[in-house]
Nanobody
Framework: QVQLVESGGGLVQAGGSLRLSCAAS????????MGWFRQAPGKEREFVAA????????YYADSVKGRFTISRDNAKNTVYLQMNSLKPEDTAVYYC????????????????WGQGTQVTVSS
C-alpha cells in the first residue's frame, strides 16, 4: 500500500509564503496522479491542485490559480505545493492524495490519503 506523509505546514502572516511537501513510500506509483486538498473547520474538503506524475500536467482550483504551484520530484517520490501570497481564507488542513487512474477535483476519485498538515494564515 502507498503511504503519504505531508509536512511544511505552520503559521504565516497574510501575504507570506509556505511550501508543503508530500513524501510517498511503499508501492511503486510512478503513473499515479497526485492531488492537494484542503479542509477548514466546519467545511467540506476542497480541491486545490493536481499533477500527473509522469508528464507533469497540472490542474488548479480557481481560488489558488496564480498563487499556488504544484510540482514533483520523481527521484525523491515527493510532491510539493508552493503557496505564495497567502490569504486568511487559505487557512485549513492540507491533504496530499494519490489516484491510480482518476484525474479531477473530486475527493472520491482518489485512492490514498495522507494525514494532513495545518496551515494557518493570520491577518
Amino acid at each position: 500500500q502507498v503511504q503519504l506523509v505531508e509536512s511544511g505546514g505552520g503559521l504565516v502572516q497574510a501575504g507570506g509564503s509556505l511550501r508543503l511537501s508530500c513524501a510517498a513510500s511503499g508501492r511503486t506509483f510512478s503513473s499515479f496522479n497526485m492531488g492537494w486538498f484542503r479542509q477548514a473547520p466546519g467545511k467540506e474538503r476542497e480541491f486545490v491542485a493536481a499533477i500527473n506524475w509522469i508528464v507533469v500536467s497540472t490542474y488548479y482550483a480557481d481560488s489558488v490559480k496564480g498563487r499556488f504551484t504544484i510540482s514533483r520530484d520523481n527521484a525523491k517520490n515527493t510532491v510539493y505545493l508552493q503557496m505564495n501570497s497567502l490569504k486568511p481564507e487559505d487557512t485549513a488542513v492540507y491533504y496530499c492524495a494519490a489516484a491510480e487512474k482518476y484525474w479531477g477535483r473530486s475527493p472520491n476519485g482518489y485512492d490514498y490519503w495522507g494525514q494532513g498538515t495545518q496551515v494557518t494564515v493570520s491577518s
